[in-house]
């Protein structure tokens, strides 16, 4: 069964960049194509989508609103897709998702595995 | 303020039958663009629950159900169970945005 799981610091100083990672278990880029997207929920909100990356290609699509931002690559060899997001600010505190969607034929089909979530706060 | 517009929350007593809506634009839903659902139970990651438009995948119970028509779509709960209070979420691709967009997610809960 194939699993996500984020891992990066919990706490972030503002001004600084928030790295995380997703590491795929039970199955590797090279099976198939997928999207892997990061996205985020703070507190009590609902879902934002950050950004994605084409496991083939590795061509990444962010949110116009975090562009400037945002980075995200991809280690096909550990298996992981990475954010990082800089100059990070209170606004930005949120749990992290990761999350994967098998793309057939360029037909996207929803992102069937999640991560649990990884609690990211930015404080000094 | 999402791109894609739910209603913040449904309610239904057990057994019956509960509408959520997501109502999109031109550049997303009406577009073509595939419409996926996503139920997120209590202190849980989002879960897939409908993907391109109409589909359950495996596990999912056969009282989910969607449908999809012109800029909307709308997910359906048949036979409501207090196992279903939890937040639900449509989602899609938007051409301008170039990327997915979110609807702001409905609660449903169970009287």
């Known amino acids: 069964q194939v699993q996500l799981q984020e891992s990066g610091p919990g706490l972030v100083k503002p001004s600084q960049t928030l790295s995380l990672t997703c590491t795929v278990s039970?199955?590797?880029?090279?099976?198939?194509?997928?999207?892997c997207s990061w996205l985020r929920q703070p507190a009590g909100k609902g879902l934002e989508w950050i950004g994605r990356?084409?496991?083939?290609?590795?061509?990444?699509d962010y949110n116009p609103s975090l562009e400037s931002r945002v980075t995200m690559s991809l280690d096909t060899s550990k298996n992981q897709f990475s954010l990082r997001l800089n100059s990070v600010t209170a606004a930005d505190t949120a749990v992290y998702y990761c999350?994967?969607?098998?793309?057939?034929?360029?037909?996207?089909?929803?992102?069937?595995?999640w991560g649990h979530g990884t609690t990211v706060t930015v404080s000094s | 303020q999402s791109v894609l517009t739910q209603p913040p929350s449904v309610s239904g007593a057990p057994g019956q039958k509960v509408t959520i809506s997501c109502t999109g634009s031109?550049?997303?839903?009406?577009?073509?663009?595939?419409v996926h659902w996503y139920q997120q139970l209590p202190r849980a990651a989002p879960k897939l629950l409908i993907y391109?438009?109409?589909n359950r995948p495996s596990g999912v119970p056969g009282r989910f159900s969607a449908s999809r028509s012109g800029s909307s779509a709308s997910l359906a709960i048949t036979g409501l169970q207090a196992e279903d209070e939890a937040d639900y979420y449509c989602?899609?691709?938007?051409?301008?945005?170039?990327?997915?967009?979110f609807g702001s997610g409905a609660k449903v809960t169970v009287l």
């Open positions: 039970g199955d590797s880029f090279s099976s198939d194509n997928y999207y």
């Open positions: 031109s550049s997303n839903i009406g577009a073509g663009y595939d």
């Open positions: 989602q899609s691709y938007d051409s301008s945005l170039k990327g997915y967009v």
């Open positions: 999350a994967r969607a098998r793309v057939v034929g360029g037909v996207d089909y929803g992102m069937a595995v």
């Open positions: 990356l084409y496991s083939s290609s590795g061509i990444s």
């Open positions: 391109r438009n109409t």
